[in-house]
């Protein structure tokens, strides 16, 4: 049975880019149509959203009828915030502001089951139900469940090298805004100094070989600079961008019209 995140490895070993977008407010339409729009994957985010953990599923079963899998990200990287999202199918848990490799390890741990981590057993909808039989979810389909580490603060730059030895991280995702905060140079992600901390990040990080991946606002110089770096992974923008967006040039569209 393909599981969604099969698609995403697939793409990852033949050297694509993966292309993301964001949801802060759920809905099982909103993750719905992101899919039939052709995004390779949602980031589901509970840490700046106000989503409770039905709308949370909603958004989950709206990504699986689209055809892309979900990325959920939780309030903070406590391993116990994920284990009720993976029950409910997160495709994988974003962990936010990992500073240091035990943090990261604590991530890894509540995404796999005993032996190899401390997840707690209920996964009734991630399971299909009960359509996958219990035994080949433990052995198999829930180690694919992406574990998704962030780096956005300056601390874990310079842990990086050994968060990136802790076994099971699947994906490292840079918040560049939070970081250069972390700097004292919040929002100036263009900085000399923040670039030159996004460039080490990036290096290490594809070293390593594991996938790289960012999360920002739309911009298109610095998706041309992530693609410079290597990115796997890019996320940007979400409904209220969207919706924003499209209103002001439709209406744009409109005066123009008028004017005539």
């Given at each position: 049975?393909?599981?969604?995140?099969?698609?995403?490895?697939?793409?990852?070993?033949?050297?694509?880019?993966?292309?993301?977008?964001?949801?802060?407010?759920?809905?099982?339409?909103?993750?719905?149509?992101?899919?039939?729009?052709?995004?390779?994957?949602?980031?589901?985010?509970?840490?700046?959203?106000?989503?409770?953990?039905?709308?949370?599923?909603?958004?989950?079963?709206g990504a699986r009828a689209?055809?892309?899998?979900?990325?959920?990200?939780?309030?903070?990287?406590?391993?116990?915030?994920?284990?009720?999202?993976?029950?409910?199918?997160?495709?994988?848990?974003?962990?936010?502001?990992?500073?240091?490799?035990?943090?990261?390890?604590?991530?890894?741990?509540?995404?796999?089951?005993?032996?190899?981590?401390?997840?707690?057993?209920?996964?009734?909808?991630?399971?299909?139900?009960?359509?996958?039989?219990?035994?080949?979810?433990?052995?198999?389909?829930?180690?694919?469940?992406?574990?998704?580490?962030?780096?956005?603060?300056?601390?874990?730059?310079?842990?990086?090298?050994?968060i990136l030895k802790v076994?099971?991280?699947?994906?490292?995702?840079?918040?560049?805004?939070?970081?250069?905060?972390?700097?004292?140079?919040?929002?100036?992600?263009?900085?000399?100094?923040?670039?030159?901390?996004?460039?080490?990040?990036?290096?290490?990080?594809?070293?390593?070989?594991?996938?790289?991946?960012?999360?920002?606002?739309?911009?298109?110089?610095?998706?041309?600079?992530?693609?410079?770096?290597?990115?796997?992974?890019?996320?940007?923008?979400?409904?209220?961008?969207?919706?924003?967006?499209?209103?002001?040039?439709?209406?744009?569209?409109?005066?123009?019209?008028?004017?005539?």
């Open positions: 049975m393909e599981w969604p995140t099969d698609k995403l490895r697939e793409k990852i070993a033949k050297g694509e880019t993966i292309f993301g977008t964001h949801t802060s407010w759920g809905g099982a339409m909103i993750t719905e149509i992101y899919g039939v729009a052709g995004f390779d994957v949602v980031w589901v985010d509970t840490e700046h959203g106000n989503m409770d953990p039905k709308e949370v599923q909603n958004a989950l079963i689209g055809g892309v899998p979900a990325f959920v990200r939780v309030p903070w990287h406590t391993g116990v915030l994920a284990k009720p999202l993976l029950d409910i199918g997160a495709d994988g848990i974003i962990f936010p502001m990992v500073l240091t490799a035990a943090d990261a390890k604590e991530a890894v741990d509540a995404c796999r089951y005993p032996p190899e981590g401390v997840r707690g057993y209920g996964p009734f909808r991630a399971m299909r139900y009960g359509a996958v039989d219990a035994m080949e979810y433990i052995n198999d389909y829930s180690r694919k469940v992406w574990v998704i580490t962030q780096i956005e603060h300056i601390e874990a730059v310079r842990n990086l090298e050994a076994p099971g991280i699947d994906l490292l995702v840079v918040g560049p805004c939070d970081l250069s905060g972390s700097m004292g140079l919040l929002g100036q992600i263009n900085h000399p100094g923040v670039k030159s901390a996004l460039d080490e990040i990036a290096a290490k990080t594809k070293a390593a070989g594991i996938p790289l991946g960012v999360s920002m606002v739309w911009n298109e110089e610095a998706a041309i600079d992530w693609a410079r770096r290597g990115a796997n992974f890019i996320f940007c923008d979400n409904e209220g961008g969207y919706i924003v967006n499209g209103c002001r040039k439709t209406l744009a569209k409109l005066r123009q019209i008028a004017g005539r």
